[in-house]
């Protein structure tokens, strides 16, 4: 096998990973033109959208393909664990879920956070 061969898994997570990013920046715009401001920030292996007082962190490692998610608010945390397979899926515990589907649960999780009812089914 040769490097590039090798390293064709972590290529693909990383194009995934990018693609993610994107969509998170995308659902937030759109959320925010709902009045609700949203506030994307990314670096390597790294993206957080902050909503109000809440902030949702996503961390990367295109190495492995592992990541994990937090949200974090000022009277609790809530995360999850999930990982980029060497196809590109997203497979979290509950199992495979659609990149798009992902991010639009996370913008709905921060949303909800900023409520008073906190809504416990996403994504997972």
């Keep these: 096998m040769s490097e590039q061969d090798s390293s064709y898994p972590a290529q693909v997570r990383g194009h995934v990973w990018e693609s993610l990013v994107s969509m998170l920046q995308v659902y937030a715009h759109a959320a925010s033109l709902n ?3 949203y506030v994307v920030t990314s670096d390597s292996g790294k993206v957080m959208v902050k ?34 397979d060497e196809h590109g899926t997203l497979v979290f515990p509950a199992g495979p879920k659609a ?21 416990e089914n996403v994504p997972s």
Excluded: Q, Y
């Design 99 to 119: 990149l798009d589907t992902a991010a639009m649960d996370w913008i709905a999780l921060l949303d909800h956070a900023a409520r008073p009812v906190v809504n």
């Design 35 to 37: 009045g609700k401001e």
């Design 51 to 84: 909503h109000l007082a809440s902030v949702l962190t996503v961390s990367f490692r295109p190495d492995t393909g592992e990541a994990s998610w937090v949200v974090t608010r000022p009277e609790c945390e809530e995360r999850g664990e999930f990982r980029i």
